[in-house]
């Protein structure tokens, strides 16, 4: 059975690093094409924190690659060891996750291996046919790569993992790392409080706000009815250019995708740029006193009202209920 690469996601997590559960729904993904292989690329002691979790998930092989050449530089040597391992193991695909570093790490492998890349996709199948929304959301395509070994780039929360225990062999990966890869090197990280919330990109729950909640102040509301449910906190474009929220939560499509089992819309009219970045979640529900906005057309459940008055009893009787 051919190889499948899947590049390992990993969030620092105080002193050391946790696996983002997007690696776990790319080895899930990667099955459909052949026999998954992780592929650690990152500072030394990487592999060590991961590979019984990723071995859990399917990993046959684990190829280490860890070095200071990696961690202290930007994308560009993660692309130069997926290269190289698509050139040793004659791999029928890879597979990256669809977050800000993994596609510029899967443009510059497409580029160095001359290879077609699908990115933001939800499902693959065995032929190699993906499937994606495009055009802001509004279209559903069926995409497949006709030159080269495919490169997938796979958007977080579209897949359920499912253990399949492998035997995650460790192989150490011997590169030497291009000067032109080390031109940007990394000065300093620092380590983003959460305040206790899961990551936007991977949470299953996410409560947003829009320029309905009116103020910064008011976003507390937002926050209490995601903490009563364990979710994580969005915003619209609007919200977070009016200053309500930090850019860095905005969900749309000059934001960030999110593909959540529910996905709480507040406040928000459902502009088609916002639509674009959470239409994909399963169950969405929204509140919003006017009946004709256009989330409603989107939405699973929808409540027609005043927000100061809904999301305030909402909070309340879901915290009665975890009581």
Do not use: C, W
Not at 89 to 115: D, F, M, N, Y
Not at 191 to 215: K, N, W
Not at 293 to 308: H, M, Q, R, Y
């Amino acid at each position: 059975m051919s190889e499948v690469l899947v590049l390992v996601e990993t969030v620092a997590d105080g002193d050391g690093v946790a696996l983002k559960k997007v690696t776990l729904e790319m080895l899930t993904a990667a099955r459909a094409l052949g026999e998954p292989s992780a592929v650690v690329a990152g500072a030394v002691g990487t592999a060590a924190a991961v590979k019984e979790r990723v071995a859990e998930y399917g990993a046959a092989k684990i190829y280490v690659a860890e070095s200071d050449d990696i961690d202290n530089h930007l994308v560009a040597p993660k692309a130069e060891v997926l290269a190289k391992l698509v050139a040793d193991t004659s791999a029928a695909a890879v597979i990256l996750p669809s977050t800000q570093e993994g596609k510029e790490v899967a443009g510059r492998l497409a580029i160095k291996i001359g290879s077609g890349l699908l990115t933001d996709i939800s499902e693959v199948n065995s032929d190699g046919t993906a499937t994606q929304v495009v055009f802001a959301g509004a279209v559903i395509v069926k995409s497949k790569v006709a030159k080269g070994t495919p490169i997938y780039t796979v958007s977080p929360n579209s897949v359920a993992p499912q253990p399949q225990p492998a035997a995650g062999e460790e192989v150490p990966v011997d590169i030497a790392i291009s000067d032109d890869a080390k031109r940007v090197t990394v000065v300093g990280r620092t380590l983003e409080a959460s305040g206790g919330r899961p990551e936007l990109t991977e949470a299953s729950i996410i409560v947003s706000g829009g320029r309905g909640v009116g103020s910064a102040e008011n976003f507390a509301l937002i926050e209490g009815l995601a903490d009563s449910l364990g979710g994580a906190v969005g915003a619209s474009r609007a919200a977070t250019d009016s200053g309500f929220y930090p850019h860095q939560y905005q969900v749309g499509q000059t934001g960030k995708t999110v593909s959540p089992q529910l996905y709480v819309a507040v406040g928000i009219s459902g502009a088609i740029q916002h639509r674009a970045g959470m239409q994909t979640s399963k169950t969405i529900v929204a509140i919003n006193k006017d009946n004709e906005a256009p989330i409603f057309e989107l939405a699973d459940f929808g409540v027609v009202g005043d927000l100061f008055q809904i999301v305030p009893a909402l909070t309340e009787e879901i915290t009665k209920r975890k009581a």
